[in-house]
C-alpha cells in the first residue's frame, strides 16, 4: 500500500524555537495533505490542508501565521511551527490521498511528537 | 453537539469476547465512512470502510445506517492484539474523527 513518511519522529525544543515538520509520500504522488494535530487522549483534529503550488487552507482557529505549511512538490509538505510554546506540545500528523481527492482512503504519516518546553 | 461522537469507553473485555462500538455523525451529506484503528501513540491505521451493505472482514463487521446517521463496528472473537483505540471517521467535504474509543482485551 502506500507509504507516507515524516520527520522528526519526534522533537524536544525550547519555548521560542520554531519547528519544521516534513510529510513525503514515498510511492505516489499527492497534489493534496492533510496536517492534523492530536492532544492527548483527544481526537485527531483537522489543522489544514496543504495544497501543492498554492496556498494551504486553514481550518477555523488554526493560526496560519503560526503554522507555515509549504506544498513545495508532488511528495513533500512541511509544517513549521513558529515560535513554538509549551501549549503547541502535541502529536502532529500528517496524511494524503491516492488520487487527490478528500473523499479517498487517507494515508497517515507515522505522526511526529512535539515537547517544547 | 459534536460533528462525529463515539461510546466515551473504555472497554474491558476478556479474550473471545464480542464487542460493539457505536458512532453517530450530525453531517447528513457525509459521503464515506470508516473505521480507523489507532495503537497507542502511534498514527491511525485503516481498519475497514463502512458501505451502506454492510460489510465484513473477517472478525470485523461494520454497519452503516444512512437514515439514522449511525455506523456500528463489532469484533468477535477479540484478541489480545484487538487491543487499541477505534476512531470513527466521516468524510464529506472533509475529514471528522471521533475521539475513539478505548478497547483492552484481557487474557
Known amino acids: 500500500g502506500a507509504v507516507v513518511s515524516q520527520h522528526p519522529s519526534w522533537v524536544i525544543c525550547k519555548s521560542g524555537t520554531s519547528v519544521k515538520i516534513e510529510c513525503r509520500s514515498l510511492?505516489?504522488?499527492?497534489?493534496?495533505m492533510f496536517w492534523y494535530r492530536q492532544f492527548p487522549k483527544q481526537s485527531l483534529m483537522l489543522m489544514a490542508t496543504?495544497?501543492?503550488?498554492?496556498?494551504?487552507?486553514?481550518e477555523q482557529g488554526v493560526e496560519k501565521d503560526k503554522f507555515l505549511i509549504n506544498h513545495a512538490s508532488l511528495t513533500l509538505s512541511t509544517l513549521t511551527v513558529t515560535s513554538a510554546h509549551p501549549e503547541d506540545s502535541s502529536f502532529y500528523i500528517c496524511?494524503?490521498?491516492?488520487?487527490?481527492?478528500?473523499?479517498?482512503?487517507?494515508?497517515f504519516g507515522p505522526g511526529t511528537r512535539l515537547t517544547v518546553l | 453537539r459534536k460533528e462525529v461522537e463515539q461510546d466515551p469507553g473504555p472497554f474491558n473485555v476478556p479474550e473471545g469476547a464480542t464487542v460493539a462500538f457505536n458512532c453517530t455523525y450530525s453531517?447528513?451529506?457525509?459521503?464515506?465512512f470508516f473505521w480507523y484503528r489507532q495503537d497507542c501513540r502511534k498514527e491511525p491505521k485503516l481498519l475497514m470502510s463502512?458501505?451502506?451493505s454492510g460489510n465484513e472482514d473477517g472478525r470485523f463487521t461494520a454497519q452503516l445506517n444512512r437514515a439514522s446517521q449511525y455506523i456500528s463496528l463489532l469484533i468477535r472473537d477479540s484478541k489480545l492484539s484487538d487491543s487499541a483505540t477505534y476512531l470513527c471517521?466521516?468524510?464529506?467535504?472533509?475529514?471528522?474523527f471521533g475521539a475513539g474509543t478505548r478497547l483492552t482485551v484481557k487474557p
Open positions: 496524511s494524503a490521498p491516492t488520487s487527490g481527492s478528500y473523499t479517498d482512503t487517507q494515508y
Open positions: 510511492d505516489f504522488q499527492a497534489t493534496t
Open positions: 496543504s495544497n501543492e503550488g498554492s496556498k494551504a487552507t486553514y
Open positions: 453531517n447528513s451529506a457525509s459521503q464515506s
Open positions: 463502512v458501505y451502506s
Open positions: 471517521v466521516v468524510q464529506g467535504n472533509d475529514m471528522r
